[in-house]
């Protein structure tokens, strides 16, 4: 069973910076384009930025300039770094692993974090 373990949400005051990390085990993170979404209340579920192993990011247009993906091959870790967060900001955070290791399609999620921006 795949596993992702994200960590760094929190409440943080309009114009700040909170960094998200998603870990994962080697032998998945090597194979997988790794992403954020996030889903705010009553929306959909919505992609924020993606990397894929050979370093290629992309960014909603959105968060594009003011978040940043990257990604850490020696602890196996995806980051997102947030900064001047806004209110519309606000939601559930999910880290997604996505790739194919021996045969079998991976398509993993994380549980969740929080993220709040207050005004």
């Known amino acids: 069973q795949v596993q992702l373990v994200e960590s760094g949400g929190g409440l943080v005051q309009a114009g700040g910076s909170l960094r998200l990390s998603c870990a994962t085990s080697?032998?998945?993170?090597?194979?997988?384009?790794m992403a954020w979404y996030r889903q705010a209340p009553g929306k959909q579920r919505e992609l924020v930025a993606a990397?894929?192993?050979?370093?290629?990011?992309n960014y909603a247009d959105s968060v594009q300039g003011r978040f940043t993906i990257s990604r850490d091959n020696a602890k196996n870790t995806v980051y997102l770094q947030m900064n001047s967060l806004k209110t519309e900001d606000t939601g559930v955070y999910y880290c997604?692993?996505?790739?194919?290791?021996?045969?079998?399609?991976?398509?993993?999620w994380g549980q969740g974090t929080q993220v709040t921006v207050s005004s």
């Open positions: 990397a894929t192993t050979g370093g290629n990011t």
């Open positions: 997604n692993a996505r790739g194919q290791f021996m045969a079998v399609a991976i398509n993993a």
């Open positions: 080697k032998s998945i993170f090597s194979v997988s384009a």
